[in-house]
């Protein structure tokens, strides 16, 4: 039997992973740093690179605060459940924020192809 996960664990987790899939959808790669650099994902279209925290928030919760010296966008993943208690993936949202704490707005084929381009 493996180590338990902290809940804050496995929910910041499927956030960035879900961003991830969701940003190959959207033809850009992505990967985690092989060492944690305070940024979650680095992600990649041609030449143009972008660093990317991600904050992720289950049912309502506040996000946290903590960003790193050097990002490029903050996705903020919004988790919803069901009366079950499990992960509803077809209604997960992302909102994109720059560094200005200007709101993008969601994540979509659009958006990424505006900031990619």
Known sequence: M???L???TYVGAIGEIFS???LL???IQAAPPIKDSGNDLIAIKGRNIKFIQIKTKLDGKTYSRNLPEVY???FYVELIT???GKFV???IVINVVDTTGTSLGILT???TDRIWS
Do not use: Y
């Open 2 to 4: 493996g180590n338990p």
């Open 82 to 84: 069901n009366d079950t």
């Open 109 to 111: 084929q659009e958006l």
């Open 20 to 22: 991830q899939l969701q």
């Open 6 to 8: 902290p809940k804050t």
């Open 72 to 74: 490029d966008l903050v």
């Open 89 to 91: 993936f077809d209604m």
């Open 25 to 27: 959808e959207f033809g």
